[in-house]
């Protein structure tokens, strides 16, 4: 400590607490040194710090502003005939725009509910007095695929509603899972009619 | 470290013993992988797969940044840039197939190297944490064979990088912010190529990393051999160098042969001809599967079809996950105070029927989700969690090992190793 007081570089403040370490003055009441105090308020201080800094480089990789920017998209309904589907790109990723017929509506409402992984009834999950658009993600809610079953011709699966090819998950005709891994129903994006022919998704 | 019997480095030259006494790295690899490490004179060509692995690496690495001089991390350009590699950049053909078919090798001769450890007892005690530091090296040549898979974006690209992020959905209740600040986005997309290629880049090296310190690790109770017994003396023991060194140059000539052969007759034979397809967001290709090294996780991934109290989805990532980070605590789990299976009759048979079923496991991984397949997926995923967390303990305590050699040179020379004394076996400096 003597050292300490005879090196002509050392600033009051050090030597000040060297002094104090060595007379015991700061050690009186609870045994808390004045250093002890002075150690924990600088490491605290460097750790919000360096947390802070570290948000900064993990939050970099969330989506930037461009990819948030809101994009809504207008879909003409009128070429899609009753039977068929059509898949359009919305952020990126594929929905389907898929035109029941009655016989699918049918089977979609015969369903109890009760049975169901995901229960929502048709109504749930489509538009009041417009069952027969039904509107959907184009993800598996597994791993996110592109189910089977918009395009003509492709494997509906064994509830007629659209198949994932990935994993085997099959979903019916409202687009609800049936069987296979997937936890939840096809996802129903935010969206509204703007006429009979025109639907606002986003 | 090391025995006593190791040789001494002495430098002769003037300039190694000034050098020496500044910065001693000459001796440093004199005594990891020269003449001053004394390996088991018994072990057999199983041990030559981690200095493979070991080459794989650098092939991997050197072969990489030659590829990185040429390609563009952007979705406009990505695709694009790999066939200006294989049609146009001098020999870019011969780097990339290399690169491809040297990912393949690594995993091959990493999982020969695996295997090895398994049927040998090399995890056990004293060795548990080079074992588990293999793990992590595992864990890492994973991440970095998926995104390095990413970055060509072709259909399998796309829809592979789509599926194994989407795993991290499955996390309960943060699991899609996780996904989003995976991909930088809602669906995988420039951001995710552009991160994937930075961190392909970096893994490699933290690869490199981990692979020193698992050689360190290696060299404190020294390498394991086919007995399992532990080292007793200098008779035991050769110097790794020479003899180790040509042994694995030896079978180093072999590797490059074969590793030839695929690059230049069968350079797309391990790849899937969709991924020369240029990823398409809107359409998944029929049959989605990952590289052939990730099909028997693939498999067990895909096994869980039903909801049991958590969702199936759940239940499948957390299984795939568990499969390989159970490896970590094999070393307690096998309690056998037996190393080697070849004393041990039971678990022996054990380890081959663990292997058929790995191979199991990758046929139906590669196949389509559907039966019989993910019935044969099913059975064959239990029988693995079953084999080490079930049959391999009991096995452990109610087997009746056979009579162990007294020691390594008995082993190998029998009786004779009362007339081949110690120093005799020792090479002339």
Known sequence: ?202 | MSFPWANQYKPQNPFMQWLDSRLPLPRLVYNSVGAGYPVPRNINYWWNFGALAGVALVVQIITGIVLAMHFGGNTLVAFDSVEHIMRDVNYGWLMRYAHANGASFFFIVVYIHIFRGLYYGSYKAPRELVWMLGVVILLLMMATGFMGYVLPWGQMSFWGATVITNLFSAIPLVGDSIVTLLLGGFAVDNATLNRFFSLHYLLPFVIAGVVILKIWSLHIPGSNNPTGIDVKGPADTLPFHPYFTAKDLFGLAIYLLIFCAFVFFLPNFLGHPDNYIPANPLSTPAHIVPEWYFWPFYAILRAFTVDFILPAKLWGVLAMFSSILLLFFLPWLDSSPVKSNRYRPLAKQFFWLLMVDLAILGWVGGLPAEEPYVRISQIASIYYFAHFLIILPIVSRIERPLPLPNSIAESVLGNDVNQAPAPAAQPAE
């Open chain 1, 1 to 202: 400590m003597r050292v300490a007081h005879d090196m002509g570089f050392q600033t009051g403040f050090l030597i000040m607490t060297t002094v104090e370490e060595v007379t015991g003055h700061a050690t009186e009441g609870d045994g808390v040194r004045r250093r002890d105090f002075i150690f924990v308020a600088t490491g605290a201080f460097g750790g919000v710090g360096a947390a802070a800094a570290a948000w900064t480089a993990i939050d970099q990789m969330n989506p930037s502003a461009d990819v948030l920017a809101l994009a809504s998209i207008e879909v003409d309904l009128a070429p899609v005939a009753p039977g068929q589907a059509i898949k359009v790109n919305w952020r990126g990723k594929p929905v389907f725009v898929r035109n029941l017929v009655e016989k699918e509506i049918a089977a979609a409402k015969a369903v109890t509910l009760a049975d169901l992984r995901d229960p929502q009834s048709l109504a749930d999950r489509t538009k009041e007095g417009k069952e027969n658009w039904l509107i959907t993600l184009g993800v598996c809610t597994h791993l996110g695929c592109v189910p089977l079953g918009a395009a003509e011709g492709e494997n509906r699966g064994d509830y007629g509603g659209y198949f994932c090819p990935c994993h085997g998950s099959h979903y019916d005709t409202a687009a609800r899972i049936r069987k296979g891994p997937a936890p939840t129903n096809l996802e129903v994006p935010e969206y509204a009619f703007l006429s009979d022919t025109r639907v606002k998704i986003g």
